[in-house]
């Protein structure tokens, strides 16, 4: 085929397919015409999953009646007037492409005012163009409605699937503005169900309440003020205790846009790290405010990637913003189960669910630290990083060969012997290892280690990452090792079973995000006092103070409590004294 220029009509259709996917890219591209256009108030109505219809209509500021035509004209658009706006894009649209776009893939008509013009405009645009227009009584604002989305492009609608799972993706179109517009009323219309009507408060919780419930709205940690220069870090993240299975709930914003980032993504659960067990994710609302101008959104058609001037600021700007956070929130879990809380608003005992359940609001917890507020000055240096506290504790004794039982200063402490020390030995291994001096026990003899075949390679792969730990290995040919020294938490192990026992852990966690985070869970888990064993008193008490002195007492490194709690209040209504 010879070289042509493409028709008008292919080349709209191209363009077309870059931005409007499916029905919820256009529900996405005018809503951000919406929001551009200042408004307060969005509704959207979706029929038939939006192939039938799709209308949004807002109370912002309106099309003038003169530029009407233009807003279907592809490249035009009152965002942008020169290439230099580009590097700092304050508005969500700047393309001038998504009406052009949706009008070559659908029929549209428009119905906008302007408070300048004494009536509204009416405008009718099919893909041959502009079909009607006429004068017509409307409030300010504009009225979007899109009917028959893809009938004339079959390819489309052959990968758009049921129409019910369209509709969801609506909704979770409509979700995300909710949580990055709080100051926003949405209602949602979906085919024939009753409207859902959200935001609007300006309150970012009350946006969570509306998408998750109101137990996970009340369970979520403001995030410290906090930042690095001129980036700033603000929203919501769950608690320790409320979680999910997939990474669908958490939503990350760059300067209010929704942002698809799978290395943000990756720095908000790095900050979990040693909260969670494995498999489970966190709920977070997270807005970054980057300086328009050292972050690119012009990457992609559909504008739900961006790429940052620096990069791992932004990273390291959001890791701690999190971290700092759950650090200062993370409580002692309470015993007190939720149905026998008293009804009204959470107090530090009335509020405390039981683990796996909603917590309240961390600023109810007694041992929250206090943080200088805005607008203090905090001297320079390193951003602190306040440490949990536990409460002194007393020892009483031990529970069925498992659990420490102690008093503090407000009832009863409960301490699992083997997740607390879990914890004391992983910090341990820790330190030693980040100063470079791994604790070594030396053995006096050499024990001749023979190891499996399946584990050999694991071995010999890990080898530095071994003796980085405290283990001194030499090849002792045709799979057999020396074993001159292992690291001081297993030396009470014969050394052939814990390099052994160590390398299956290795070997199963092969595929692990961070080999070494595996190891020294390994290790931390191995060198440790396993439930079951009886302690003497010395021992317990030494364990607890140990645990008073790490950074993160409350947790195992699995993300498992350490600790639970049994209120003086709980006691003494139990018993009827209160
Ligand atoms: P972009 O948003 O990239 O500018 P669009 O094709 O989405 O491109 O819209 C073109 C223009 O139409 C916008 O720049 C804006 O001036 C106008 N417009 C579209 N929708 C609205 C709306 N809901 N309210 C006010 N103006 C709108
Ligand atoms: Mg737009």
């Known amino acids: ?97 998504a009406l052009p776009s949706i009008a070559a893939v659908a029929q549209v008509s428009l119905l906008t005012r302007s408070a300048q013009d004494p009536q509204g405009t009416y405008l009718e645009v099919q893909e041959q163009g502009v079909v009607r227009r006429e004068g017509r009584g409307a409030p300010v604002g504009t009225t979007v409605t899109v009917r028959r989305l893809f009938e004339n492009v079959p390819a489309r609608l052959k990968f758009i ?47 969570v309440a509306a998408v998750y419930g109101p137990e996970s709205a009340a369970a979520m ?15 919501l993240v769950s608690s320790p205790g409320l979680t999910r299975s997939n990474r669908n709930a958490i939503t990350l914003l760059v300067n209010r846009r929704w942002v698809q980032s799978r290395l943000l993504a990756y720095a908000l659960e790095e900050a979990y790290r040693g909260f969670l067990q494995e498999h489970r994710h966190p709920l977070a609302v997270v807005n970054l405010h980057v300086p328009s101008e050292e972050v690119d959104v012009n990457v992609h058609p559909a504008k739900s990637e961006v790429r940052f001037r620096d990069e791992s600021r932004v990273f390291g700007a959001l890791q701690r913003a999190v971290r700092e956070t759950l650090v200062a929130a993370s409580p002692v879990p309470s015993i007190a189960p939720r149905s026998l809380a008293p009804s009204g608003g959470p107090s530090p005992q009335a509020g405390a669910f039981p683990r796996g359940q909603a917590y309240p609001r961390a600023e109810a917890y007694p041992n929250r630290v206090q943080l200088p507020s805005d607008g203090e000055t905090v001297t320079a240096g390193p951003p602190m ?20 039982v102690a008093e503090g200063p407000d009832g009863m402490y409960l301490v699992d012997q083997h997740a607390a020390h879990e914890r004391v030995t992983y910090e341990r291994l820790q330190d030693q290892t980040r100063e470079g001096q791994p604790l070594t026990q ?30 001194q290995l030499e090849p002792f040919g045709q799979g ?22 160590l390398l299956e852990e290795m070997e199963r966690g092969k ?10 869970q390994a290790l931390a888990c191995h060198g440790s006092v396993r439930a079951g064993k009886r302690l003497a008193l010395e021992e317990m008490q030494a364990l607890l103070r140990q645990l008073e002195g790490c950074r993160q007492p409350h947790t195992c490194p699995h993300g498992r409590p350490t600790i639970v709690h049994l209120s003086a209040t709980r006691l003494e209504r139990e018993f009827g004294r209160s």
């Open 511 to 520: 595929d692990a995000q961070d080999p070494e985070e595996h190891l020294l």
């Open 385 to 404: 990083t306040p440490k949990e506290r536990l409460p002194i504790l007393r020892v009483l004794g031990q529970l069925q060969e498992t659990y420490l």
């Open 442 to 471: 030396g053995l006096l003899e050499p024990a001749l280690v023979e190891v499996p075949l399946a584990l050999e390679q694991t071995l010999r792969d890990r080898m530095g990452l071994l003796e980085s730990y405290g283990f």
């Open 161 to 207: 699937r049921s129409r019910a799972s369209e509709a969801g993706r609506v909704q979770q179109v409509v979700h995300q503005f909710l949580l990055a517009y709080p100051e926003v009323r949405f209602t949602l219309i979906l085919e024939d169900r009753p409207p859902q009507v959200g935001g609007g408060t300006g309150e970012l919780r009350d946006s």
């Open 1 to 97: 085929m010879p070289i042509r220029i493409l028709p008008q009509e292919v080349v709209a259709r191209i363009a077309a397919g870059e931005v409007v996917e499916r029905p919820a890219s256009v529900v996405k591209e005018l809503v951000e015409n919406s929001l551009d256009a200042g408004a307060t108030e969005v509704s959207i109505e979706v029929k038939g999953g939006g192939l039938e219809l799709i209308r949004v209509a807002d109370n912002g500021v309106g099309i003038p009646s003169a530029e009407v035509p233009l807003a279907f004209q592809r490249h035009a658009t009152s965002k942008l007037s020169s290439a230099d706006d580009l590097d700092r894009i304050a508005t969500l649209g700047f393309r001038g492409e």
């Open 221 to 235: 940690l403001d995030l410290r003020p906090g930042g690095e220069g001129s980036i700033a870090v603000s929203g």
């Open 480 to 501: 057999s090792y020396l074993v001159r020294g292992v690291p001081l938490p297993l030396s009470g192990q014969p050394p052939s079973v814990a390099l052994l026992e």
